[in-house]
């Protein structure tokens, strides 16, 4: 069976990664399953296959575009500014705008609506893992260092 290997967090627009590839699926088959659960929509458990990612960067955003107008809790506005967020955040490593789009856009990140409840505001996050960089994109004292020339880490003097 062909596979789609999809980022969690959607942000390239297209929702996936394609690729050529083979999948093994095991499937369990409960008669009237949708019904027994309550349920309407799919249910599925993610696979606990490597790799897994401990550690990282969580930016946010609220439903305020950029303009400053309030978009009364609409999570795809939140969504955009929290990836907006991270956007700006690795420029500041020397990536452009468009790298570090493209790396959102195939990184596994997670997406998440964090909180729909302080109106007007909904806010949305988006987790960048950490490990998935060649140094350290961690906040420190120092602020951001640029570590990458078009695509391809700087040489260190």
């Avoid at 990282?56 to 305020?64: A, I, M, N, T």
């Avoid at 990836?83 to 490593?93: N, S």
């Avoid at 998440?112 to 960089?133: E, G």
Wanted: proline share 7%.
């Amino acid at each position: 069976m062909a596979c789609t290997l999809c980022a969690r967090g959607g942000v390239g627009g297209g929702g996936a990664i394609e690729m050529a590839g083979w999948i093994e699926l095991h499937v369990d088959l409960i008669k009237d399953g949708m019904n027994k659960y309550g349920i309407r929509h799919p249910l599925f458990e993610p696979s606990p296959i490597e790799p897994r990612f401990t550690r990282y960067l969580v930016f946010e955003g609220y439903s305020v575009d950029e303009e400053g107008e309030q978009y009364y809790l609409d999570p795809h506005v939140a969504y955009r500014r929290a990836c907006l967020e991270a956007v700006q955040y690795l420029k500041g490593f020397g990536y452009t705008g468009e790298e570090a789009y493209t790396i959102l856009g195939a990184a596994p990140v997670e997406g998440r609506i964090s909180a729909i409840v302080d109106i007007p505001n909904a806010c949305c996050t988006l987790w960048l893992p950490t490990d998935i960089f060649e140094f350290d994109i961690r906040p420190n004292a120092q602020g951001p260092v640029p570590r990458v020339q078009g695509g391809r880490l700087a040489r260190a003097h």
